[in-house]
């Protein structure tokens, strides 16, 4: 304020003019950094939610990606424990990875004291599902100390009792054929249900008719115009049945249930897994494919679908009818070659320490298979590995070109949240052992930032897969690539090559290395 003194009222208004200006641009970018970390934790959110609903398809590995996705973008500690805690959930019921759910509740307990109750408690129940008998009363006597009156304390003390008494779980058993529960249409207002040859359909309580139209009013279920005093009924019918709702239309044999949840309903059928592996082979192979491949095929989706009814026994459905989990399109899809196919393998299952495994497959690896652990970071599935696989690059989608504009790629990745502002290069940051491009680098005018390809680039271009090389021409970015889908375990189109000379167990020895094919049933 003394310096003021000596200079001119024109000179002090330049100055507070300019320092006027400052503040301004200061309070602009204040809240532009503000609103770029507000829109950082609302994809971080969104990612959790994603997840959430990745697994509720059967995707799980892509989940994992997205609960890791969160936790890498988020700053606030609520989103980042909801990311981790989503993640070792995943991993322990539906992943068979105890020991890295274990691993990740640990972290939580020792980042994020508001939650160090629940990873406690859930350490002490994973070591307990471990035969880990002692660890787990240690832990369990801890959070019964640290929290007499805790959330956990009725279930903690059950636990520590089972524990002391070395009460194991039951092991895995199956000796029958199994039946599994589709989800067909859900969260939907009518549902039509009929016979396309006019046969009857039964409720359970004996009431037979050749048409039933359901529908939700007032929270309250009706069938065919009567109200009924239940949230679920079950139709049988000796033929296959025709499910109607708006543009969903499918055909299916076995028998259906309908729920009414939160005033829709959901569709579910139930079959036995030999009757829907008619449909499931034909929806995921060319029926002209040869026979070995077919077979393959088979057993792959038996087995996925086995590891699906074993880790999805609370829920209300084993599967879902489309790519989620595996696609299937009922009885108007099935084939002459293709049920032959299953006839032939009928309950042969791959099996790695006596477990069904996750059968993961693709439509083509792009001449060489994606390790799970690389592309997902699930390091206990020794099956799920990077290998050649040249077979597959005579099949179709082996090759891809994608060219895009720089304006091209700003708009798509500002659809899903990410903004950049004139690229100038696009670089691979990290590899994976088969060359995927596990993070990419984007640099702009503001500089340069990594990210997941799978969860950013790939999804934002939908690109066919991550293993591809970024070259700039001109004015455009261009993405030469191989392969379709995420490349882990069968490919479908190395598998079709490789059938036309090589045995179904062959095929399938090479792309689960070290697992056994066995009659279940």
């Given amino acids: 304020m003394v310096l003021l003194g000596y200079i001119s009222q024109r000179q002090m208004w330049v100055v507070v003019k300019a320092l006027t200006n400052i503040a301004m ?11 770029s970390n507000e829109q950082i934790e609302i994809q971080a959110r969104w990612h959790v939610n994603y997840g959430h ?28 424990i909801d990311a981790l805690s989503a993640r070792a959930n995943l991993l322990a019921l539906y992943l068979d990875s105890k020991e890295q759910a274990l691993a990740t509740y640990q972290y939580i307990e020792n980042n994020y004291p508001e939650k160090k109750q629940l990873s ?45 008494s070395k009460i194991v779980p039951p092991k895995y058993q199956i000796s029958k054929i199994p039946f599994v529960r589709i989800r067909l249409c859900r969260n939907v207002q009518n549902i039509l249900i009929y016979s396309d040859i006019g046969d009857n359909i039964c409720l359970a309580n004996g009431i037979c008719q050749t048409k039933f139209i359901l529908k939700v009013a007032s929270q309250v279920l009706f069938v065919n115009e009567n109200a009924v005093n ?58 002209t494919w040869p026979l070995e491949t077919l077979k393959a095929q088979a057993i792959a989706a038996r087995t996925y679908a086995l590891y699906q009814i074993e880790h999805r026994k609370n829920w209300s459905y084993d599967m879902v009818d489309n790519e989620g989990d595996q696609v299937y399109g009922g009885v108007n899809r099935e084939h002459s070659r293709c049920t032959y196919a299953v006839q032939q393998t009928k309950g042969r299952v791959l099996i790695k320490n006596d477990l069904p495994i996750l059968a993961m497959y693709s439509a083509n690896s792009g001449g060489f298979t994606a390790s799970a652990k690389a592309i997902f970071n699930l390091p206990n599935k ?103 889908g995420h490349g882990v375990g069968y490919s479908q189109w190395g598998g079709a090559v490789m059938g036309e000379r090589l045995l179904c167990e062959k095929i399938l020895s090479f792309y689960y290395p070290g697992v056994k094919v066995v009659n279940k049933w």
């Fill in 25 to 35: 641009l200061s309070f602009f970018l204040n809240n532009a950094y503000a609103q």
């Fill in 53 to 80: 609903y990745l697994i509720e398809v059967g995707k799980y590995l892509e989940a994992l990606e997205y609960f890791d996705t969160a936790f890498d973008l988020s700053t606030k500690s609520m989103i980042a």
């Fill in 120 to 164: 406690l408690y859930r350490q002490g129940l994973l070591l307990y599902e471990m035969k880990r008998f002692q660890s787990s009363e240690s832990i369990l006597k801890k959070y019964l100390q640290q929290y007499p009156y805790g959330k956990f304390r009725y279930q903690a003390e059950a636990i520590l009792q089972k524990s002391k």
């Fill in 230 to 287: 239940t949230n679920e009924i079950v139709l049988n019918s000796q033929s296959p049945i025709r499910v109607v709702s708006g543009k969903y239309d499918k055909t299916v044999r076995g028998s259906l249930k309908i729920e009414l949840q939160n005033g829709k309903l959901t569709a579910i059928n139930i079959i036995d897994i030999e009757s829907y592996l008619q449909s499931v082979v034909p929806s995921e192979s060319y029926p």
């Fill in 382 to 484: 020794p099956y799920l590995i990077a290998q050649k696989d040249l077979h597959s690059l005579k099949g179709k989608m082996a090759y891809w070109q994608r060219s895009f504009t720089e304006y091209q790629i700003e708009t798509s990745l500002d659809k899903i949240g990410i903004f950049v502002n004139g690229i100038n290069k696009i670089s691979a940051s990290s590899f994976g052992p088969s060359g995927r491009v596990i993070r990419v680098k984007i640099e702009d005018r503001n500089g340069s930032r990594i990210f997941r390809t799978r969860t950013t680039l790939k999804r934002a271009l939908e690109l066919p897969e991550i293993l591809f090389r970024i070259k700039k021409s001109g004015a455009k970015f261009i993405f030469d690539g191989h392969g379709y």
